[in-house]
């Protein structure tokens, strides 16, 4: 039988919002349209705008407030950003218009910002990856660190991001108690993300998630993928957890034997 993949970020977002553990970590999500950009921006500064389908962080865009500091005295405008390009408007309905006219009739949605911890003063996500064990409970089994390219808004490897150790990235912020804590928490996460998912799309043997930690170092799920990349875990310093992943990739048949990606 396939492994199940779920497209729609829109109707993983439903989905996981039906579970009260999980709830909190998910940041206001809501279909694209002028007037919740609106409401959103007032209520959170910064919000992501993105297509409900697509992977790589492909379309990913950012929208916030931007006063000219050398101009105190200029209206505020708002700014559009996506890969490297930064785009100035003097109204939320002006940018509304550029971007609807880029979008056409496609479903985005709209995601409350959040402000990442950075490194480097570049922001950071986190990758865990959560997989069906043979004994078909669900288990995370790795975590990596994905750092942004230079001036960019997505941290995705295929955007320019590189992969570290969250060992690395967390370090400077947590004590080693603290660390164990969130990262016992974000394993929990992981498990209830995927068990709540397979509730629907019974399936499903895999999923990639997206994680975000604020600057008062709360959890935030950013996405979840169903197509979540192997490779990336093979630059763990412990072999032991690749080769975990691989044969329980090769027991749901993701791989077969001999072989990964």
Known sequence: ??????????EKTIVLRQRESIRPYIPDTRKYSLE???DMVNQYGLVFVKPDQGTYGIGVMSVEPWADELEPDNPPQYKLRYGIQTELYPTLEELHTSLTANIGKQLFLIQRGIHMLTYRRRKFDL???VQ???????????FIGRVAAQQK??????????????????????????????????????????AQLARKFPNLKEIGLDIAIDDQHHIWI????????????????DKSIYKKIRRYAVAYGRLKKGRSR
Do not use: C
């Open 1 to 10: 039988m396939a492994i199940q993949r779920i497209g729609s970020k829109w």
């Open 36 to 38: 919740q950009l609106k």
């Open 127 to 129: 990758r865990a990856l």
């Open 132 to 142: 069906r064990t043979p004994q078909k409970t669900w288990e995370t089994t790795g």
């Open 153 to 194: 808004i997505i941290t995705n490897y295929h955007g320019g991001g590189s992969v570290m150790l969250i060992e690395d990235l967390l370090g400077p912020y947590f004590s080693p108690k603290e660390f164990a804590r969130v990262y016992q928490e974000m394993k929990t996460l992981g498990v209830r993300t995927a």
């Open 222 to 237: 950013l996405e979840v993928n169903t197509l979540p990349a192997l490779f990336p875990f093979k630059m763990l310093k």
